[in-house]
């Protein structure tokens, strides 16, 4: 399904300058039966911010987007987009989004998909110009039916352009895409948001969170575990790799040291994790013969896996809060 919205003109600059929120969910809370999707969430995202909504399977992503969007009434808190309700932001062509199937007929072109979808709107950008912007003029005569997944997301997401909104929501949007696709779509992506769109995006691909959101946004189990940096939720996972070149390693001596969690050997290189870096590193330097020694953050992969997967993780006094980092980045 794609949700696009009819358009009155982008105006994050002056929501900025009036400290309203793009998004506000306060105590969001959504049930199905005995089943919590959602779980007394709440989150601010500022006007022209480029957020990260990331999560395991099941944590509550999804179903977070389909009550920002109005899709789906939660059972209990708010929802505010630009200071409405969903409905109103949706009415005031405030929303557009790009969701992973759906929305498309088969058997026109693409260019007759945007020029039908831009006609159900009082103010549209021109079609020519957001065919461009999604990387599909080349492709404007194809039958939709004959596009490749990837070519179906970007003409998702060139709909999604049309009204020109204020926020954009994209679920899995590089679904489909190659390499160089996925790269072109984020570049046109962050080019949107310096002119103030705010942009708030669902992804199994890490790696795309990691180089192109301004904030990451963790939720497991319905509630969120980590919000912040990309450097703030890496350091959120305690401990750092010591990397370092040592012939010969004891693996089972070096798994004993003191605040070690684990130990890799590859050829002449060991890993090590630990919450002590420092001391670890020193014990390398005075007492064995390693050289070329490194001590590394843990990725965001490995950040996601730790805050997402231990029941341990999701106490508030490891997340960073959504009004301080919300507060960081409107100054």
Same mark, same amino acid.
């Given at each position: 399904?794609?949700?696009?919205?009819?358009?009155?003109?982008?105006?994050?600059?002056?929501?900025?300058?009036?400290?309203?929120?793009?998004?506000?969910?306060?105590?969001?809370?959504?049930?199905? *039966?005995?089943?919590?999707?959602?779980?007394?969430?709440?989150?601010?995202?500022?006007?022209?911010?480029?957020?990260?909504?990331?999560?395991?399977?099941?944590?509550?992503?999804?179903?977070?987007?389909?009550?920002?969007?109005?899709?789906? @009434?939660?059972?209990?808190?708010?929802?505010?987009? /630009?200071?409405?309700?969903?409905?109103?932001?949706?009415?005031?062509?405030?929303?557009?989004? #790009?969701?992973?199937?759906? &929305?498309?007929?088969?058997?026109?072109?693409?260019? $007759?998909?945007?020029?039908?979808?831009?006609?159900?709107?009082?103010?549209?950008?021109?079609?020519?110009?957001?065919?461009? =912007?999604?990387?599909?003029?080349?492709?404007?005569?194809? @039958?939709? &039916?004959?596009?490749?997944? *990837?070519?179906?997301? =970007?003409?998702?997401?060139?709909?999604?352009?049309? !009204?020109? !909104?204020?926020?954009?929501?994209?679920?899995? !949007?590089?679904?489909?895409?190659?390499?160089? *696709?996925?790269? $072109?779509?984020?570049?046109?992506? =962050?080019?949107?948001? @310096?002119?103030?769109?705010?942009?708030?995006?669902?992804?199994? /691909?890490?790696?795309?969170?990691?180089? /192109?959101?301004?904030?990451? #946004?963790?939720?497991?189990?319905?509630?969120?575990?980590?919000?912040?940096? +990309?450097?703030?939720?890496?350091?959120?996972?305690? *401990?750092?790799?010591?990397?370092? +070149?040592? !012939?010969?390693?004891?693996?089972?001596?070096?798994?004993?040291?003191? &605040?070690?969690?684990?130990?890799?050997?590859?050829?002449?290189?060991?890993?090590?994790?630990?919450?002590?870096?420092?001391?670890?590193? @020193?014990?390398?330097?005075?007492?064995?013969?390693?050289?070329?020694?490194?001590?590394?953050?843990?990725?965001?992969?490995?950040?996601?896996?730790?805050?997402?997967?231990?029941?341990?993780?999701?106490?508030? &006094?490891? +997340?960073?809060?959504?009004?301080?980092?919300?507060?960081?980045?409107?100054?």
């Amino acid at each position: 399904m794609t949700t696009t919205t009819t358009a009155t003109g982008r105006d994050g600059g002056a929501q900025a300058r009036t400290g309203v929120p793009a998004v506000e969910l306060t105590n969001l809370t959504k049930t199905f *039966g005995s089943v919590t999707a959602v779980n007394d969430l709440s989150l601010r995202i500022a006007p022209g911010e480029v957020v990260a909504f990331l999560g395991p399977n099941g944590a509550g992503k999804t179903t977070t987007i389909d009550m920002l969007l109005g899709l789906t @009434r939660p059972t209990a808190g708010t929802v505010r987009v /630009y200071g409405q309700s969903p409905a109103d932001a949706i009415a005031h062509g405030r929303v557009a989004a #790009v969701m992973q199937t759906g &929305g498309l007929l088969k058997d026109m072109t693409v260019a $007759e998909t945007v020029k039908m979808t831009s006609t159900f709107f009082h103010h549209s950008r021109p079609v020519t110009e957001v065919l461009d =912007r999604a990387g599909i003029a080349d492709i404007a005569d194809r @039958r939709v &039916g004959k596009c490749s997944g *990837g070519q179906q997301q =970007r003409l998702r997401f060139a709909l999604a352009l049309l !009204p020109d !909104p204020d926020l954009m929501v994209l679920d899995e !949007p590089t679904t489909g895409m190659d390499v160089e *696709g996925r790269r $072109e779509f984020w570049s046109a992506i =962050r080019e949107d948001a @310096r002119s103030g769109r705010t942009i708030l995006f669902a992804t199994h /691909y890490l790696d795309e969170a990691d180089a /192109y959101a301004d904030r990451i #946004v963790l939720v497991r189990q319905g509630r969120i575990v980590a919000d912040g940096t +990309t450097a703030e939720v890496k350091a959120l996972a305690a *401990g750092r790799t010591v990397r370092a +070149t040592l !012939p010969g390693a004891d693996q089972v001596q070096l798994a004993g040291l003191p &605040g070690v969690d684990s130990v890799e050997v590859r050829g002449d290189t060991v890993l090590l994790h630990a919450g002590d870096s420092d001391e670890v590193a @020193r014990y390398l330097l005075t007492r064995t013969a390693a050289r070329d020694l490194e001590i590394t953050s843990r990725n965001l992969e490995e950040a996601f896996i730790a805050l997402t997967s231990s029941d341990e993780t999701s106490g508030a &006094g490891q +997340t960073i809060t959504s009004d301080q980092t919300s507060d960081r980045s409107a100054r």
